[in-house]
């Protein structure tokens, strides 16, 4: 079993505070994490609803590329239905160099909040996914001219002239909420990374189709990867969710209760105007009933370990959990949430911790002979 860590930086951020700070702290996170040896962090989109300060992902991750030294920057994600596809290719490459190689390009159709700006509807913001994939894809990892028109686009031999940086192609990934089979079947049929998103447990919007599992999400992956001869790597497969650490699982829910509660009841609640309780439940609750339901790991290190072997026996196994940074506790709780994860949860849940244990096992085993 090898599970890496990463963050996902998602741009919502509690009103209240200096914007200013707020989007500086994200590029100080990756800076932590990349001296804790993160293998990667995510930059996410967002255009609406006021938590969401981060419209300009790509600008984050130029910044990240020039102080950091070995983590993956990613974009998560851009929103193809409202960008030109040779832009957010060109970026993409750009970045890909900026990176020297540690660039990964994530795309996702948009979040309807933000869809709504621009006049478009979830439906339309898929049917012009679909139509800019393809040609994302060729445009950054091709060699093809393309001559392409839309009702939103067009492109006349179109060819980007920079190059990528090195020979290899640059890692396209596509996020899933689990609302829709669509995207994972995008992802079989195009051969990409997937980047689940294990969030919508309490998100009890009426009318919303019922969460497909994460499990079945992998299965409607594969089957399309088959029917159109790709193939999938579960390495390659990142799930995100909440994440903290602290020395006591008393302690952890301590500091995160209050936040959480803010994230949660204002945010997905007042401002994105969603039910977020199930009828009866309790508000008290909400916290525990999330993490029982799988849509975040709060404890301690040993609960936290044995949160992520329970997500990988779920799902069959995956790659690398990304940790999603939601402002629900002071920097101080925060960063050193982050460090438990990087100096105990992690080698435990690789095996790294084995062969020194093994060492001092033999130790005492030859004295005792």
Do not use: C
Not at 86 to 93: K, L, Q, T
Not at 315 to 320: E, K, R
């Amino acid at each position: 079993m090898h599970s890496r860590i990463g963050l996902f930086l998602s741009p919502v951020h509690e009103t209240g505070q200096d914007p200013h700070l707020a989007i500086h702290r994200n590029l100080d996170l990756v800076d932590l994490a990349d001296r804790l040896n993160f293998d990667e962090a995510w930059f996410g989109e967002h255009h609406s609803l006021g938590w969401g300060l981060v419209g300009a992902p790509e600008t984050m991750i130029a910044a990240a590329s020039q102080r950091t030294r070995q983590i993956k920057l990613a974009h998560g994600v851009v929103p193809l239905s409202g960008h030109h596809p040779f832009h957010v290719a060109s970026r993409a490459v750009h970045l890909h160099h900026l990176s020297r190689g540690r660039y990964v390009l994530g795309v996702g159709p948009g979040v309807p909040f933000d869809g709504s700006l621009f006049g478009l509807n979830p439906k339309e913001q898929r049917k012009r996914l679909d139509e800019a994939l393809p040609t994302v894809l060729e445009l950054v990892n091709g060699e093809r001219r393309i001559t392409q028109k839309t009702d939103w686009f067009e492109l006349v031999d179109a060819k980007l002239q920079l190059p990528r940086y090195g020979v290899e192609p640059i890692e396209v990934a596509l996020a899933t909420s689990g609302t829709s089979e669509t995207s994972p079947r995008l992802i079989g049929r195009y051969g990409l990374s997937m980047t689940s998103f294990a969030l919508p447990f309490a998100l009890l919007t009426p009318g919303a189709p019922e969460h497909i599992g994460l499990a079945q999400q992998w299965k409607h992956a594969e089957e399309s990867a088959a029917e159109h001869g790709q193939t999938l790597h579960r390495e390659n497969w990142r799930i995100a969710l909440p994440v903290h650490v602290a020395e006591t699982r008393e302690q952890a829910y301590k500091e995160v209760r209050a936040g959480y509660d803010r994230w949660l009841f204002e945010y997905f609640g007042k401002a994105a105007g969603r039910d977020v309780l199930a009828p009866g439940a309790s508000r008290e609750r909400a916290l525990e009933e999330r993490v029982e339901a799988g849509g975040a790991l709060v404890g301690s290190v040993d609960d936290v370990v044995d949160g992520i072997r329970r997500l990988h026996e779920m799902t069959g196994g995956f790659g690398t959990l990304l940790v999603y940074v939601a402002d629900w506790t002071t920097y101080e709780a925060t960063d050193r949430s982050l460090e438990m994860l990087a100096r105990y949860v992690a080698p435990r849940v690789n095996g790294f911790v084995e062969r020194p244990q093994e060492a001092v096992d033999w130790a005492i085993a030859s004295r005792a002979k």
